[in-house]
């Protein structure tokens, strides 16, 4: 994995200078105390970087943890992907941690490559292998990408890599699909989320996951867990403990942000060129 992360380097110089086009704005735009994102999958087609690049926009911060699989070192080593609105998004993270906003990356299973580089940083992004985060009301989040609870990752991983082809297929179509519902007027709509609620199989492992994760977060003493790696937003209660899940940059445009008074909220993100000009964010839960 290492070649993955070495075949960034000749884009490194470049992103250390900020877009032209980019106006100093956050300044002026509302500011929260901590935005959660994971799951951008940089170096793939099915990244969503504009959107992202627009909500990362609208939410300047304090704090800006990305919770795993910012770029996904399997598809780039099959498949060397990286258009400009990818180095708009990395440049955009450089630019956040430059302005005084602590960047906190997290890698997850298809960005392991950076964790031999954990407790180290690179632009003044720190990298861990996990994080707690305090928030403002003294709540402890246990921040994971959540991997490590993944049956699959952990002890089948050809089984792990087939998986990721065929949702790289379902992405694939998810698109074309969605290219003609755009063209009817009709709103996004996920194929593979469609069918992960429709499999009875892919609903008892993502509440196996979501459970594991939660008991484990209690078990070391924290009050809630912030995680991503299964691709669904979700944010309840589980025997005591908040369970958070921020979704991700592939199919749902999901983020978890916190507030200065220390309430969690989950939203949702329609950019601007999906609302004629006016990205806007939805309410999905709040805690």
């Known amino acids: ?17 900020p877009a ?18 994971s799951d951008l999958h940089l170096g793939t087609p099915g990244c969503q970087a504009p959107a ?13 943890y990305l919770v795993g699989d910012i770029v996904d070192g399997w598809q780039l080593r099959r498949r060397w992907y ?24 997290v890698p997850g299973n298809h960005d392991e490559f950076a964790r031999q580089f954990v407790n180290h940083q690179f632009g003044g992004i ?11 009301d003294g709540r402890h989040l246990w921040v994971i990408h959540g991997d490590y609870f993944d049956g ?7 089984l792990a890599y087939l998986g990721d082809n065929l949702y790289e297929l379902t992405l694939r179509l998810n698109r074309h699909l969605n290219n003609l519902r755009g063209r009817l007027g009709m709103p996004y709509w996920s194929l593979s989320a469609y069918l992960k609620h429709k499999v009875k199989k892919a609903l ?11 008991h484990e977060a209690r078990r070391r003493g924290h009050d809630g867990v912030v995680c991503g790696h299964i691709h669904r ?21 999901t983020a978890l942000i916190e507030h200065y008074d220390g309430r969690l909220e989950l939203v949702q993100w329609t950019p601007s060129h999906d609302s004629h000009g006016l990205g806007h964010r939805t309410e999905m839960e709040m805690a």
């Open 1 to 17: 994995m290492r070649t993955t992360f070495d075949a960034l380097g000749p884009l490194l110089p470049g992103l250390a200078i």
């Open 126 to 136: 720190e990298v861990l292998e996990e994080a707690v985060h305090v928030g403002a």
């Open 204 to 214: 008892n492992y993502v509440t196996d996951f979501e459970v594991a994760v939660a």
């Open 233 to 253: 937003a979700e944010m309840r209660e589980i025997d005591g403990v908040l369970y958070c899940n921020d979704g991700d940059w592939v199919e749902s445009r």
């Open 82 to 105: 990286w258009p400009q609105a990818h180095n708009d998004v990395v440049q955009k993270l450089l630019r956040s941690a430059r302005k005084g906003c602590r960047v906190i990356y």
């Open 20 to 37: 032209a086009h980019e106006a100093d704005e956050d300044a002026a735009r509302r500011r929260y105390r901590a935005v959660f994102i």
């Open 52 to 64: 992202l690049l627009d909500f990362l926009r609208s939410h300047p911060s304090d704090y800006l």
């Open 152 to 158: 699959v990752v952990q002890c089948a991983k050809w």
